[in-house]
């Protein structure tokens, strides 16, 4: 039997949008593994002058294979070994983030492949808050993050500065992203949800 599959796509004109890449992202697209919520394939175009590139990567097992194709360069191809870890996108990340529950405190760490970058995110469950959404005051779980850019080896490098972000998720079985606030070089970005339909 083959594993139960969605695509997921987004379409962002942001710095720092995701919480994870700074890179002003045009389309990111997901096949995720519902069951196991592991990404089976990403396709993303980025355009951030001047560095626009276009990559495809596949995940099987615990290794992540990156065609990168920049714009004004060779192309790459890219293997990272995760061994026993979890590689995650964006999109799957998000989506694990939407199903953890934890009590307050807990801490848990992912490893998530922006473009060909990999960051180490450790996440902190947080507290209940009440915070203004376009549907009005609602309760919302906030669970907050440090992403560090790491070597292919997954050891952190130290010479460049984590990254602090917030997630404010709907309080509730569907725990919906309300909110995203991610610190960047030019400041702290904030991605608000404007609207959701149910599936």
Request: hydrophobic share 40%; glycine share 8%.
């Amino acid at each position: 039997g083959s594993a139960q599959t969605a695509t997921l796509t987004s379409s962002v004109r942001s710095a720092g949008a995701l919480a994870l890449v700074k890179d002003v992202r045009d389309e990111a697209t997901t096949v995720l593994d519902v069951g196991a919520l592991r990404p089976l394939s990403t396709t993303s175009a980025v355009r951030a002058n001047p560095r626009d590139y276009a990559a495809e990567t596949r995940f099987t097992g615990a290794k992540a294979e990156i065609d990168f194709r920049p714009n004004d360069g060779p192309p790459q191809h890219l293997v990272y070994d995760f061994g026993p870890a979890v590689a995650h996108d964006a999109h799957s990340a998000m989506a694990t983030m939407r199903v953890w529950q934890a009590p307050l405190g807990t801490q848990r760490t992912m490893w998530v492949l922006g473009g060909r970058r990999i960051w180490k995110v450790e996440l902190t469950m947080g507290r209940t808050e009440v915070i203004g959404t376009y549907g009005g005051n609602q309760a919302a779980l906030r669970i907050d993050g440090v992403a560090s850019r790491a070597f292919a080896n997954l050891t952190v490098d130290t010479n460049r500065p984590a990254r602090t972000f917030s997630v404010w998720m709907s309080d509730d079985a569907d725990r919906v992203p309300f909110r995203i606030v991610a610190g960047t070089e030019l400041g702290d970005v904030t991605i608000d949800l404007v609207d959701y339909q149910r599936p």
